[in-house]
């Protein structure tokens, strides 16, 4: 299913058409650029600049900014060797002015806004929009080009172009039901104003009046637990024969709106039968009511357990082959793969069934070398993108700091799980679900660093900021606590309003917080909880073993009742992990003595590209990685796959390379439940 109604071919113009024309490569080796809108950074426009040998660097910290500048950039002009750099200045009401005088000097100076790629649209309503949907809002403008618009218009405009809404003309619960499973199962990046706009018209439907659309129309999770609850009703109606019976239990709904849901119509029920198998949906117990093996329904009814998580398991299957992405997919079509390939991942290892450990394993070789590939070509795309929806973990905490400062409630809490993959993300969910079942756990995910170190990624969450600032500490984790502070005294706290606490995972949760946390007193806290990361690296018994101990470690309730409580403490609470972990087979260890500076299992770190080369000659299965957001004298040599740098024959759970189990991880923001 495709995220937004058209779909660009490749000769239509596009929006970075008219910007690329100002980046001819040799022209000037500096270009200063105001970029109040994030244009340059989207995506894909990031990708083609740095194709035409482009390297950008944000202006945010003047001594930051100066630092790296001077290391990687002026001393290659002072050898007479030529870059191209372009320093983007991203403050709304910051002219180039503010840059230091020796840039302006030097430098060539662009500008580029939205206002002058779609000047018959409203500004306000258009800069609130994800950039990547902004292709095709730029083809509906040329397809269809619109007189002056307003800013209802203008949401209009969008709304049917862009989501291929047309609010106006939703006439019936079929009709709605089915813009809202497009909307919420395709993860949409609808604004705010556009939801609102979404709901204001359908509220001049008397059919919908009694529809909770304030709750379901932008919540997600609000959206499936209103499916979920009707589900049952749904299934009482049922006859033998799959008939919708009339005689119907009353049933004590939460939330308002029509007790039955069409479900059984023939554009509703492509969508229920995949929320049931992805795990948006659970299985309900279904007494009586007898259905095919086939059948759409059964994937929601609930039946022996082995029966269930079979049924599952092959569909997941089905689903993970058939939505593989593409070569030239965005980071966010990876990030959602990811999260349906993680519940499979989960499934399987907590099963015990070898058949379907070969088939994870062989979809997943091949699915690690699409997405390797992937990573080479599109990876450095990702660090400068705006940290609204994060994309990498050093956008985390900046994503945080504009919660506290946008909102009220002016405290957040960040809990770091070192080493917890995605897949064992989804066993704790389920065991948090059954712990508290008034928790909300917005789920989605994001990428680490590579290499997928402690001491790289773990250190990048904690800064807030890519590897190269701090090239000193690269090494270890000793210097995250002054990081952290550092990060929100740029943020106008004082670093005695900022907590940090590493070394957790047992004990009493409400114990250990209140000797970390001050009441009243402490705005924000980083936690790191390594339990996860001490089971793996005593792991023998591979995958199925660290699911199985995660699990039991989980059921002690220490992480829960930490989130339960930070909760009662009126934080804003967040939870994301530095990197996930693999289950691997050794191929040979280099024999390079003190050369490597790091020495991992999925990893070798090295201080010349020279050094690393000579290692990758012996060691064909793995890949010199570009030194990309990295400090310039750090060279790593990392793993794909299931490959390690470890005695042919042995095994191991590892990190540090580039598997798809290693980079995209877990990113959860938890509530309590409303109703």
Same mark, same amino acid.
Request: no cysteine.
């Given at each position: 299913m495709t995220t937004h109604s058209a779909q660009r071919t490749s000769h239509s113009p596009s929006w970075r058409?008219?910007?690329?024309?100002?980046?001819?490569?040799?022209?000037?080796?500096?270009?200063?650029?105001?970029?109040p809108d994030s244009l340059l950074t989207e995506e894909k426009l990031a990708l083609e600049l740095r194709g035409r040998g482009f390297e950008l660097i944000e202006f945010n910290d003047?001594?930051?900014?100066?630092?790296a500048y001077e290391s990687k950039y002026r001393s290659v002009w002072d050898r007479g060797e030529h870059t191209d750099l372009v320093v983007i200045l991203r403050l709304q009401d910051a002219g180039l002015e503010s840059l230091p005088y020796d840039l302006l000097q030097a430098g060539r100076k662009l500008s580029f806004n939205l206002? #002058?790629? %779609?000047?018959n649209l409203s500004y306000p309503v258009i800069e609130k929009l994800d950039r990547s949907l902004l292709d095709a809002l730029f083809e509906a403008q040329h397809k269809s080009p619109p007189d002056r618009m307003g800013d209802n218009a203008t949401k209009d405009f969008i709304l049917r172009h862009v989501f291929g809404i047309a609010a106006e003309l939703i006439a019936n619960e079929v009709e709605l039901l089915r813009a809202l499973l497009r909307l919420h199962y395709g993860k949409m990046q609808i604004p705010l104003?556009?939801? #609102?706009? %979404?709901?204001?018209?359908?509220?001049?439907?008397?059919?919908?009046?009694?529809?909770?659309l304030d709750e379901i129309i932008p919540d997600e999770e609000a959206f499936f637990a209103f499916l979920q609850e009707r589900w049952p009703v749904f299934l009482g109606r049922l006859g033998k024969a799959e008939q919708v019976r009339e005689d119907s239990p009353q049933y004590g709904l939460k939330y308002p709106g029509p007790d039955l849901l069409p479900f059984d119509h023939q554009d509703i029920k492509v969508y229920i039968d995949n929320l049931f198998v992805e795990g948006k949906l659970a299985p309900v117990l279904a007494d009586g009511i007898e259905v095919d093996a086939g059948s759409w329904v059964r994937s929601g009814i609930a039946t022996s357990g082995v029966d269930d998580d079979e049924l599952r398991i092959s569909r997941l299957f089905d689903l993970v082959e058939n939505q593989l992405p593409p070569t030239e997919s965005r980071y966010s079509d990876w990030t959602a793969f990811a999260l349906k390939w993680a519940e499979l991942s989960s499934l399987v290892h907590g099963g015990n069934s070898t058949r379907h450990q070969k088939q994870l394993k062989e979809i997943g070789d091949a699915l690690n070398t699409t997405f390797a590939g992937w990573l080479r070509n599109h990876y450095a795309s990702l660090i400068n993108l705006p940290p609204t929806n994060p994309a990498m973990l050093h956008h985390v905490p900046?994503?945080?700091?504009r919660d506290v400062e946008g909102s009220g409630n002016n405290r957040a809490a960040l809990i770091v799980v070192d080493g917890l993959a995605l897949d064992q993300w989804v066993t704790v969910r389920q065991l948090l679900q059954k712990q508290d079942?008034?928790?909300?756990?917005?789920e989605s995910a994001t990428f680490a660093w590579i290499p997928t170190l402690t001491s790289v990624s773990r250190q990048s969450i904690?800064?807030?900021?890519?590897?190269?600032y701090f090239r000193t500490s690269i090494n270890s984790t000793d210097s995250e606590e002054k990081l952290w502070k550092q990060l929100w005294e740029g943020h106008g706290l004082s670093r005695l309003d900022v907590a940090y606490q590493r070394g957790l995972g047992d004990g009493d949760a409400c114990t250990v917080l209140d000797a970390i946390i001050h009441p009243g007193k402490t705005m924000v806290v980083g936690l790191v909880v390594d339990k996860v990361d001490k089971i793996m690296h005593g792991m023998q018994l591979g995958a199925a073993g660290m699911h199985n101990q995660i699990k039991q470690w989980c059921q002690r309730g220490f992480l829960g009742a930490m989130i339960g409580h930070l909760l009662d403490y009126g934080y804003e609470v967040w939870l994301t992990a530095d990197h996930g972990n693999i289950e691997c087979d050794g191929k040979g260890r280099p024999s390079e003595g003190v050369i490597a500076e790091t020495r991992g299992e999925r990893v070798r770190v090295y201080p010349t590209p020279e050094f690393r080369s000579q290692v990758a000659e012996t060691f064909a299965f793995a890949h010199e990685w570009q030194p990309i957001g990295l400090p310039d004298n750090y060279f790593p040599l990392v793993v794909g796959g299931r490959d390690a740098f470890v005695k042919p024959?042995?095994?191991?759970v590892g990190h540090g390379g580039v598997a798809i189990e290693e980079v995209i991880v877990p990113l959860v923001k938890f509530e309590r439940r409303s109703r």
């Open positions: 058409d008219a910007i690329l024309n100002d980046f001819v490569p040799n022209v000037s080796k500096l270009t200063l650029v105001a970029d003047p001594v930051e900014f100066r630092y206002g #002058e790629l %779609f000047p104003t556009l939801t #609102e706009r %979404f709901i204001q018209v359908l509220k001049s439907h008397d059919s919908f009046k009694a529809w909770p900046r994503r945080l700091a079942a008034n928790l909300v756990m917005r904690f800064s807030g900021k890519p590897p190269l024959g042995d095994s191991i």
